[in-house]
């Protein structure tokens, strides 16, 4: 409920400045604070505001001279009594400065002192207004963003619409998946979250209108072919017409194999992944959601066969995390796999049902393998691929440009120069930058680009690449002449677990800027005359980094490293984790194996939630849907990080009731009648009526004579109508505790 509290006092903070006073009223003997304030490069910044506030009770101080000068340094003068003590400062930039602001920095003063160089980090700005399934704006909404590196949920300041609907976000420059969730006060109807993913936020990215759609409920059960339930099946959601994934919380199955998930109506395809181990094989189902919601009754998964190996390069060396692709000899249609990646010893195992399968290997880019399709291979029952051979890969890189500007969503394409088919590829679409970078067998291709629907962009096509060894293009749609592209970095290096360092040799002097990229997701922008980066959020997992430079909106040939920066250190895992409903939220208990935690992670359905002190040992969380959901809990001490413990719980929910305020006595219309039902029960010893809350016509929480008066004064003096839910049967937008059956 944060956001709600920062909605609801984003006003008063606005009227309620720190106050001010002249230089010359300061009393003689003030303390007087110095600095400068600087940007990442060093760079002194002008005009910003500073605030000074109480340790203790967070009161703001009396102070002149707050704002920075053109170099950024400042002389502040504290015109009030002050005693020696920690004190917080602020430092504000404006609302559309790509800064972020120091807030609440704890100083330790006993008299004038310097503070010295404070350094404001860089920021990108994420702007947008979100509307409802009727255009309507939603204020109240919520976003969240999840860095698309980590999976690590990442708490900014602003996240959320206001009044008008719109909201203006400072995040961290790179790529964030942005979720939208509707709250009760945003509108109360039934609104499905919506994730963008891949938003690449630089400077000011404006998203535009944001549009949720009205939730339907869809529910249905899945057995296995003994007819038992599947418990903690998956459910995944995507619309046919846009492609876009269904944002569905709480989708796993129940014990019992039910799951019920609140989706928009329309053509849909559902994906049902069951369980990690199971030999089950994934559903895949289209099915159309009407406005009233869909029970898809049972839903029966089926067994498979396991196909299973073991993948290598040409050095005899095991290749570790391949994802695999299984399509139908006969259709080319890809089937639904789940656990479908090798492990760290390069060995997989997928459940298929049984046929003839091409099924194709997809290695990281930075392992140098090229992917490799094993064709007609006929699945009968569990079979063995022995040891599976990469072959080396020659590297296709570039940019995509439409008159200079980078085309983003175009789709890379070889083709056999004799026959004329399509070579197999992935990831051959390109990223916000126009830039792709994919692997194949050497030899002569034709090449073909497809821009992104809808853009007006010609196709563009080239026979005979010489794609024998590696080969960086720039491609310009517009038939411009692009400059030429950049040298890649060479002698790239990786080394020194924990904060991993890299280091590199640029292959030319006029870079504008270099882009690290770590698990094939973007990191973080440096400057082009870097030459090495510490990584100090590295992940504790094998890791694999490209350095990419970039020149005139021209990407250079990635350079690869990899690192295995998994612990080296064992910290014991909590011990004792119980994990169970508390009402509308869920109650996780545990017993810390260590004194010495330093943090304490906690995880929700494989995503990180949230960080707590190393001494908690339980938390509460509120405000679940129904459904079955996994949690988590990771210890932290010297660094390294425990193996995690984690539990289920299957929340129930009651479902609120669907009323029409002012329908009385219950016949779904509301009349003479309703008003009549309201004085019976007052006054005349009536029948209690199952649903109080539809005689609460002003919605007063109370049933009285004036429920009663307001309902007549509607019906015949045009008066004002019930309150909400009316004149459609809908639920309280204002929970109360009259009973409603």
């Keep these: 409920m944060r956001f709600f509290l920062i909605f609801a006092t984003s006003i008063f903070l606005i009227s309620a400045a720190a106050p001010t006073c002249v230089h010359s009223q300061c009393p003689p003997g003030s303390w007087v604070l110095t600095g400068q304030v600087v940007d990442e490069a060093g760079n002194g910044i002008s005009g910003l505001d500073l605030d000074l506030a109480s340790g203790t009770t967070g009161l703001a101080l009396l102070v002149s001279g707050d704002v920075t000068l053109a170099?950024?340094?400042?002389?502040?003068?504290?015109?009030?009594?002050?005693?020696?003590?920690?004190?917080?400062?602020?430092?504000?930039?404006?609302?559309?400065?790509?800064?972020?602001?120091?807030?609440?920095?704890?100083?330790?003063?006993?008299?004038?002192?310097?503070?010295?160089?404070?350094?404001?980090?860089?920021?990108?700005?994420?702007?947008?207004?979100?509307?409802?399934?009727?255009?309507?704006?939603?204020?109240?909404?919520?976003?969240?963003?999840?860095?698309?590196?980590?999976?690590?949920?990442?708490?900014?300041?602003?996240?959320?619409?206001?009044?008008?609907?719109?909201?203006?976000?400072?995040?961290?420059?790179?790529?964030?998946?942005?979720?939208?969730?509707?709250?009760?006060?945003?509108?109360?109807?039934?609104?499905?979250?919506?994730?963008?993913?891949?938003?690449?936020?630089?400077?000011?990215?404006?998203?535009?209108?944001?549009?949720?759609?009205?939730?339907?409920?869809?529910?249905?059960?899945?057995?296995?072919?003994?007819?038992?339930?599947?418990?903690?099946?998956?459910?995944?959601?995507?619309?046919?017409?846009?492609?876009?994934?269904?944002?569905?919380?709480?989708?796993?199955?129940?014990?019992?194999?039910?799951?019920?998930?609140?989706?928009?109506?329309?053509?849909?395809?559902?994906?049902?992944?069951?369980?990690?181990?199971?030999?089950?094989?994934?559903?895949?189902?289209?099915?159309?959601?009407?406005?009233?919601?869909?029970?898809?009754?049972?839903?029966?998964?089926?067994?498979?066969?396991?196909?299973?190996?073991?993948?290598?390069?040409?050095?005899?060396?095991?290749?570790?995390?391949?994802?695999?692709?299984?399509?139908?000899?006969?259709?080319?249609?890809?089937?639904?796999?789940?656990?479908?990646?090798a492990n760290s010893s390069g060995q997989f195992s997928v459940q298929v049902v049984p046929d003839t399968y091409d099924i194709a290997f997809r290695p990281s880019f930075i392992t140098g393998l090229a992917p490799l399709v094993l064709p007609s291979v006929s699945v009968a029952t569990n079979t063995d691929l022995g040891t599976v051979l990469l072959p080396d890969g020659a590297a296709l890189t570039g940019t995509i440009l439409a008159g200079g500007v980078p085309v983003a969503g175009a789709e890379i394409e070889l083709l056999n120069p004799g026959t004329g088919s399509l070579?197999?590829?992935?990831?051959?679409?390109?990223?916000?930058?126009?830039?792709?970078?994919?692997?194949?067998?050497?030899?002569?291709?034709?090449?073909?680009?497809?821009?992104?629907?809808?853009?007006?962009?010609?196709?563009?096509?080239?026979?005979?690449?010489?794609?024998?060894?590696?080969?960086?293009?720039?491609?310009?749609?517009?038939?411009?002449?692009?400059?030429?592209?950049?040298?890649?970095?060479?002698?790239?290096?990786?080394?020194?677990?924990?904060?991993?360092?890299?280091?590199?040799?640029?292959?030319?002097?006029?870079?504008?800027?270099?882009?690290?990229?770590?698990?094939?997701?973007?990191?973080?922008?440096?400057?082009?005359?870097?030459?090495?980066?510490?990584?100090?959020?590295?992940p504790?997992?094998?890791?694999?980094?490209?350095?990419?430079?970039?020149?005139?909106?021209?990407?250079?040939?990635?350079?690869?490293?990899?690192?295995?920066?998994?612990?080296?250190?064992?910290?014991?895992?909590v011990e004792n984790l119980v994990c169970e409903q508390s009402g509308s939220g869920v109650t996780l208990s545990w017993t810390n194996a260590s004194a010495t935690y330093e943090e304490i992670q906690l995880y929700q359905d494989g995503v990180f939630l949230s960080t707590l002190s190393g001494a908690a040992t339980s938390i509460f969380i509120d405000g679940l849907s129904a459904g079955i959901y996994q949690w988590e809990i990771i210890a932290v001490e010297g660094g390294s990080v425990s193996t995690g413990e984690s539990c289920n719980v299957d929340v129930v929910v009651s479902p609120d009731p669907v009323f029409i305020r002012g329908n009385a006595n219950g016949d779904a219309s509301v009349n003479v009648a309703d008003a009549i039902t309201i004085l019976e029960y007052l006054f005349s010893g009536g029948a209690t009526p199952d649903c109080l809350s539809a005689l609460d016509v002003n919605d007063s929480s109370a049933v009285n004579i004036a429920d009663s008066i307001h309902l007549l004064g509607f019906l015949f003096s045009g008066g004002i109508p019930p309150e909400l839910p009316y004149p459609n049967p809908g639920v309280d937008p204002t929970p109360d505790t009259l009973p409603c059956n």
Excluded: H
């Excluded at 700005?125 to 590196?149: H, K, M, Q, S």
């Excluded at 991993?500 to 030319?508: H, S």
């Design 71 to 341: 170099d950024g340094t400042f002389s502040m003068t504290i015109c009030q009594v002050t005693t020696p003590g920690t004190y917080l400062l602020s430092v504000n930039p404006q609302l559309d400065e790509l800064l972020f602001p120091i807030e609440d920095l704890p100083v330790s003063l006993s008299g004038s002192t310097s503070l010295g160089v404070l350094t404001l980090d860089t920021a990108a700005i994420i702007t947008g207004r979100v509307i409802g399934e009727n255009f309507e704006i939603l204020p109240a909404v919520d976003l969240d963003f999840t860095d698309a590196v980590t999976g690590a949920v990442q708490v900014f300041s602003g996240d959320y619409t206001i009044v008008d609907g719109t909201f203006s976000t400072k995040v961290v420059p790179g790529f964030w998946d942005v979720q939208f969730t509707a709250s009760p006060l945003s509108t109360p109807l039934q609104m499905v979250p919506r994730e963008l993913r891949d938003v690449l936020a630089t400077t000011v990215t404006d998203l535009g209108d944001v549009r949720l759609r009205q939730g339907r409920f869809l529910t249905g059960t899945v057995l296995n072919p003994a007819g038992s339930p599947v418990f903690n099946a998956d459910l995944d959601a995507r619309d046919l017409i846009t492609g876009e994934k269904i944002v569905t919380p709480g989708d796993n199955t129940n014990s019992s194999g039910v799951f019920g998930v609140w989706v928009p109506e329309g053509d849909l395809e559902i994906e049902i992944d069951p369980p990690n181990g199971s030999t089950l094989v994934p559903l895949l189902q289209d099915i159309n959601v009407p406005t009233t919601g869909v029970d898809l009754g049972i839903l029966t998964m089926v067994e498979g066969v396991a196909v299973s190996g073991v993948v290598i390069d040409g050095a005899q060396s095991v290749v570790p995390g391949v994802d695999l692709d299984f399509l139908i000899s006969a259709s080319g249609v890809e089937i639904p796999t789940a656990d479908d990646n």
């Design 540 to 573: 504790p997992a094998f890791l694999e980094y490209l350095v990419i430079p970039i020149r005139n909106s021209l990407t250079g040939a990635p350079a690869g490293c990899t690192v295995d920066n998994s612990p080296t250190q064992t910290t014991p895992p």
């Design 423 to 538: 070579i197999y590829l992935f990831g051959n679409d390109t990223d916000g930058l126009g830039a792709f970078a994919i692997r194949q067998t050497p030899g002569i291709y034709d090449l073909r680009v497809i821009p992104p629907i809808g853009s007006g962009f010609p196709i563009y096509e080239e026979a005979a690449i010489d794609l024998t060894a590696d080969l960086n293009l720039s491609i310009d749609l517009l038939g411009g002449p692009p400059p030429t592209p950049p040298n890649p970095v060479t002698a790239f290096d990786c080394c020194c677990p924990g904060d991993v360092v890299l280091q590199w040799t640029n292959g030319d002097d006029d870079y504008d800027l270099i882009q690290i990229l770590r698990q094939g997701t973007f990191l973080t922008n440096l400057p082009g005359t870097s030459t090495g980066f510490v990584d100090v959020s590295a």
